[in-house]
């Protein structure tokens, strides 16, 4: 065999599998056909938290007033941002680069297609290797309307030539969230259609109806309907729905969902099999149905973060080099939308808590953060615990507010450490903070 492990796919996990195996001492090649660093570098955690700190400036100018200075915003020059943020991602994949070449893994630049259980193809040349790893990640997808060709997604809108007067943002859930804000902070007319008219759907309910009140009270509109077409007019689109409403925007994204990057993978050929939902199908250990392939990250149907891709990388590892056999505890995962403002979450939601059983105490507090007692917004900070009853475990913990992200990775090595709420209630906190409030909450809501 050429390699021990072939890997298509240079994103996170593709890239931590690849040099964490060679340190191992295999023989490791990847395949990468657009760029190094997948989703999360080039077109998503990354440039979308810069984007994000731009769109809040604007806010903070406001807000300083009632702390006696008066900061006036010139200007927002779209064409600075946009082209700081390239040069940083390309540091970023240059960083990448090292990392795969200190290691020792052989990069090919093209397209890897799986050609058999042991055989790979990049453009035209046959490699064999012992194993093969699919990473290659998630797609954007569009709705099936007229005019869906004129919609562009999230990988686009980093690149933009100029910067939308107005815009309708297409969905509902995190990156729809995220991305209209940015564009409404920078000072885009946005609106944002939903099908539902909810957003953030699946989170926990009473943290999600508080963060749509929150996000909404910033000036974005929403639009409880999805697009029925998008028509192309001399200056911008006319964006239709079926009740008959019309909007006219500079700018239509498309933030509905995505799917697996299978395009020319050669899968159905080699007959590995993929779940309900489109996803490749694979055991604890990561393996498809063809004993030899590996796939792992946003391929497969597991919560599609960049820690968790990584986190997969490092378990595969152990399984195949180091005998290991313990599977990936996908329980208690933090994850924050950086909406604004931001919300996180670490453990189980009210709802999900009662499928599962659990009888349930529930601490809730909402207040005014002290920042805004002189900036004069009325942004609420939303807190929550969910707490077993049987146990004392604190199970679950939901945040809206400044800082949310921050806060919430402490919560979460508390929630997998097992604290319960007596070890939070007996936990000095740190004043004046919004923090604090997490181990201040003493009164049951419900």
């Known amino acids: 065999m050429d390699f021990d492990l072939f890997i298509i796919g240079a994103g996170s996990a593709g890239v931590r599998a690849g040099r964490m195996a060679a340190a191992m001492g295999k023989k490791v090649a990847v395949a990468e056909s657009r760029y190094l660093g997948g989703t999360c570098v080039n077109v998503g955690c990354v440039p979308k938290k810069l984007f994000v700190y731009a769109s809040e400036f604007p806010h903070m100018l406001q807000e300083a007033k009632g702390f006696g200075l008066d900061l006036q915003l010139q200007k927002f020059d779209w064409a600075t941002l946009r082209d700081n943020k390239t040069k940083e991602i390309e540091r970023l994949n240059g960083i990448y680069k090292k990392l795969l070449d200190n290691s020792g893994v052989q990069t090919l630049w093209g397209h890897g297609k799986v050609v058999g259980p042991n055989h790979v193809e990049v453009d035209g040349t046959r490699y064999s290797s012992h194993k093969i790893l699919l990473a290659t990640g998630g797609w954007p997808t569009k709705p099936d309307i007229p005019g869906s060709e004129h919609m562009i997604t999230s990988n686009e809108l980093f690149y933009m030539e100029t910067f939308p007067k107005s815009a309708v943002v297409v969905g509902s859930g995190y990156i729809a969230v995220e991305f209209a804000g940015i564009l409404n902070g920078l000072g885009c007319d946005t609106h944002i259609a939903s099908r539902s008219g909810k957003l953030l759907r699946g989170f926990d309910e009473s943290t999600r109806q508080v963060a749509q009140r929150e996000i909404l009270k910033k000036g974005l509109s929403l639009i409880a309907e999805q697009p029925s077409a ?22 239509v994204v498309c933030a509905t969902g995505r799917s697996p990057n ?19 199908q694979v055991d604890e250990s990561f393996k498809t149905n063809v004993p030899s392939i590996f796939a792992m990250g946003d391929l497969i149907n597991t919560a599609q973060l960049t820690p968790v891709a990584l986190a997969e990388a490092m378990t595969f590892l152990a399984q195949q080099y180091e005998d290991k056999v313990e599977a990936l505890n996908y329980d208690n995962i933090p994850t924050a939308i950086f909406s604004q403002p931001c919300m996180a979450t670490v453990g189980l939601s009210e709802e999900s808590a009662k499928q599962q059983g659990f009888d349930v105490s529930i601490f809730e507090s909402e207040f005014k953060a002290l920042k805004h007692t002189l900036s004069g917004s009325d942004e609420r900070t939303f807190m929550k615990l969910v707490v077993d009853k049987k146990t004392d475990k604190v199970i679950g913990a939901h945040m ?12 979460a090595i508390a929630i997998k450490a097992g604290a319960t709420k007596a070890i939070f209630d007996s936990t000095i906190g740190i004043h004046p903070s919004s923090a604090e409030e997490f181990v201040t909450m003493r009164s049951v809501t419900r």
Not at 230 to 251: N, P
Not at 269 to 280: I, S
Not at 400 to 411: D, P, T
């Open 262 to 280: 299978l395009n020319n993978l050669g899968l159905e050929e080699q007959g590995v099999t993929l779940d309900g939902k489109g996803f490749v």
């Open 230 to 251: 998008i028509i192309k007019k001399s200056a911008g689109y006319q964006v239709e729905f079926a009740s008959g409403k019309t909007v006219q925007a500079d700018l």
């Open 400 to 411: 809206l507010g400044e800082h949310a992200s921050e806060i919430l990775q402490g919560i």
